[in-house]
C-alpha cells in the first residue's frame, strides 16, 4: 500500500528545512476547525519528538468540542496574543503554513505571514495553492491535511517515536474533515492509516463523542429552530438553504462552533444534492459566511467559485459574501438557478 507522498527531492528539502531551523512557526486558516487544529497539533508534536519546537499560532478563536485535545493550551490566538505572534513570525526562520491555499485564508494575520522573512511549507489538500514558498506539498486527492501529515511523518520514519499526542488529534483532524467518514474516505489507505493510529491507544470511540456529542444546551435548540423555522428546501432543485442572522445568533447564545455541522443536515431529505447555510458574522457588518454541501458528483466547490467568492472540495466548500442576508439569499437562488441541469 502506498503510504508515501513525497518525492525524493522533496524529502530531503523538508528535512534540510527542519534540521537548519531554530525558529519554527506552524500557522492555520481563520476560523479553525478540526483538521486545521488537529494537523497543526500533530506536526508540532512530530517536531518535538525530533527535537524542535515550534509555536502553533492560530488566526482567531476554535471551537469549544476541540479543546479536549492535547495540548491545545498552548496553541496562541493572533486576535488575542497579536505583538507575540508578530514577533514570532518576524523571528522564525521557518513557517509551516497548514490546511490553507494562499496567506489570504489567514485573514487578519496575512500581512505579519506573508511578511515573516522565514521559509515556507505548504501542506494543505486545497485546490489550486497559491502561495510563495519554499516548498508547496498540496494533494487534494487526500481525505485531509491531517491524512498528509500521516504520510509525511510516516515516510520521514517519525511514526514509530508518536504516541496519542500526535495520533489524536490527527485522527480527530481526519474524522472531522470526512463528515465522520462518510465522504472522501473509501480509499483503502485510509483506514491504514486509522488502523496506525489505532495502535498508539487512542480510543476513537470517545474522539468521536468528544466532537459530536459535546454541544451545548443552546446549540441543540439551535439545530431545531433552523430545521424547523429557517431551512428552505428548492424540491424542484434538489437544492436547500438557511440563513443565521445576527439575530438568530444573539437569541441562542451563539458560541464559536455552534453553527458547525449545520449545514450537513438537510443532505438527511431523499433526493437532496445540495445544502447552503448563510450565516452573518457577529462583528463585521454586511460580511456573510457561506458552506456548501453536497452529495454524489455534484460540486459544491464550483458553485462557491462562481457566486461566493469561494472554492474548496467537490461536496464540502465555502465563501463568502460582503451584502446584507437579503441579498445572499438572492444570490442562493440564482445559483440554484444556474446549476439546474446538475441539480436535477
Known amino acids: 500500500m502506498q ?11 523538508l528535512r534540510s528545512l527542519i534540521s537548519d531551523a531554530t525558529g519554527i512557526v506552524i500557522c492555520c486558516h ?43 493550551e498552548k496553541i496562541v490566538r493572533y486576535d488575542k496574543h497579536k505583538e507575540k505572534t508578530e514577533l514570532a513570525l518576524k523571528t522564525a526562520d521557518l513557517v509551516f ?26 501542506i494543505d489538500h486545497h485546490l489550486n495553492p497559491d502561495a510563495d514558498a519554499e516548498l508547496v ?38 474524522m472531522t474533515d470526512t463528515g465522520g467518514f462518510t465522504f472522501n474516505s473509501s480509499r483503502p489507505e485510509i483506514f491504514f492509516i486509522i488502523s496506525q493510529l489505532l495502535t498508539k491507544g487512542i480510543d476513537k470511540d470517545k474522539i468521536y463523542r468528544n466532537v459530536y456529542n459535546n454541544y451545548s444546551e443552546n446549540r441543540i435548540r439551535l439545530m431545531g429552530y433552523v430545521m424547523s423555522q429557517k431551512l428552505v428546501v ?21 458560541m464559536k462552533g455552534d453553527a458547525e455541522g449545520l449545514v450537513n443536515m438537510p443532505l438527511q431529505i431523499k433526493g437532496l444534492k445540495l445544502s447552503i447555510s448563510l450565516r452573518e458574522d457577529t462583528e463585521r457588518p454586511d460580511l456573510i459566511w457561506v458552506s456548501l454541501r453536497s452529495v454524489d458528483n455534484f460540486p459544491c466547490n464550483k458553485v462557491a467559485e462562481a457566486f461566493f467568492n469561494g472554492g474548496g472540495h467537490l461536496n464540502a466548500s465555502g465563501g463568502r ?11 442562493v437562488k440564482r445559483a440554484f438557478l444556474h446549476f439546474e441541469s446538475e441539480l436535477k
Request: net charge negative; aromatic share 10%.
Open 30 to 72: 481563520v476560523n479553525p476547525d478540526g483538521d486545521a487544529v488537529g494537523s497543526c497539533l500533530g506536526w508540532a508534536e512530530y517536531l518535538r519528538t525530533i527535537g524542535k519546537e515550534a509555536m502553533v499560532v492560530v488566526p482567531d478563536q476554535y471551537p469549544d468540542f476541540l479543546r479536549w485535545m492535547p495540548n491545545t
Open 321 to 331: 459574501l460582503q451584502c446584507s442576508i437579503d441579498e445572499a439569499v438572492e444570490t
Open 234 to 254: 428548492d424540491t424542484q432543485r434538489h437544492a436547500a438553504f438557511f440563513t443565521l442572522t445576527k439575530d438568530d445568533l444573539c437569541r441562542f447564545h451563539f
Open 3 to 13: 503510504i508515501d507522498i513525497l518525492s525524493q527531492d522533496e524529502c530531503s528539502l
Open 97 to 122: 503554513c497548514l490546511d490553507f491555499n494562499t496567506f489570504s485564508r489567514t485573514d487578519a494575520m496575512a500581512a505579519a505571514l506573508a511578511a515573516s522573512p522565514g521559509k515556507k511549507v505548504l
Open 137 to 174: 506539498i498540496s494533494n487534494p486527492a487526500m481525505s485531509s491535511t491531517c491524512e498528509i501529515i500521516f504520510r509525511i511523518v510516516w515516510q520521514l520514519g517519525g511514526f514509530g517515536q508518536q504516541n496519542k499526542h500526535f495520533a489524536v488529534p490527527v485522527y480527530c483532524g481526519m
